[in-house]
T-cell receptor, first 113, second 110 residues
Framework: SQTIHQWPATLVQPVGSPLSLECTVE??????LYWYRQAAGRGLQLLFY??????ISSEVPQNLSASRPQDRQFILSSKKLLLSDSGFYLC????????????FGPGTRLTVT | GQSLEQPSEVTAVEGAIVQINCTYQ??????LSWYQQHDGGAPTFLSY????GLEETGRFSSFLSRSDSYGYLLLQELQMKDSASYFC???????????FGPGTRLSVLP
């Protein structure tokens, strides 16, 4: 079965600092990978998705970027964090065949101060 | 565009039955999914409906009416551990990604 690893679990960063969140997956090949952000008490906002190495689609304009250097690695980055970047960041996957179930990682709680 | 609507909060007592509704507007439709999320945790998959009708999985059931763009999640024999947020989600027109509803916070009282 699939396993998603995310780290760190929590992160406190000052405004203007860079960010790098990593997501790695096990137990599957060629998955679709996703980055979501969830503000406190709110729904999930899709940030990026990837259907393969080097293929990134962005859903919303922002100061974040994503990369997929390997099949099972998905990275979320920022050069300069904003206060509005605070939130719960979730990495998710589903099968390349387009299954109906998404699997989520444990998430990273980011606080920008 | 895609939009989904859910009630923001629902409260019920242990042992009761509760229904969480979801209406959607999408440019295409590839099925309605439901996820549960406990405070501080990640969402976990509960159920999926691609066709009209009721799907039952233990104490949880999910219903879909494509003609009404409507679905619901039914939770029976409520337990305290069912207190969580519940999200409906649809796959978009190209089947490439999911759009999630705003979530319904369920509180189960003793």
């Amino acid at each position: 079965s699939q396993t998603i690893h995310q780290w760190p679990a929590t992160l406190v960063q000052p405004v203007g600092s860079p960010l790098s969140l990593e997501c790695t997956v096990e137990g599957t090949s060629n998955p679709n990978l996703y980055w979501y952000r969830q503000a406190a008490g709110r729904g999930l906002q899709l940030l990026f998705y990837s259907v393969g190495i080097g293929q990134i689609s962005s859903e919303v304009p922002q100061n974040l970027s994503a990369s997929r250097p390997q099949d099972r690695q998905f990275i979320l980055s920022s050069k300069k964090l904003l206060l509005s970047d605070s939130g719960f960041y979730l990495c998710a996957l589903d099968e390349i065949s387009g299954g109906y179930e998404q699997y989520f990682g444990p998430g990273t709680r980011l606080t920008v101060t | 565009g895609q939009s989904l609507e859910q009630p923001s909060e629902v409260t019920a007592v242990e042992g009761a039955i509760v229904q969480i509704n979801c209406t959607y507007q999408t440019s295409g439709f590839y099925g309605l999914s439901w996820y549960q999320q406990h405070d501080g945790g990640a969402p976990t998959f509960l159920s999926y409906n691609a066709l009209d009708g009721l799907e039952e999985t233990g104490r949880f059931s999910s219903f879909l009416s494509r003609s009404d763009s409507y679905g619901y999640l039914l939770l029976q024999e409520l337990q305290m551990k069912d207190s969580a947020s519940y999200f409906c989600a649809v796959r978009d027109n190209y089947g490439q990604n999911f759009v999630f509803g705003p979530g319904t916070r369920l509180s189960v009282l003793p």
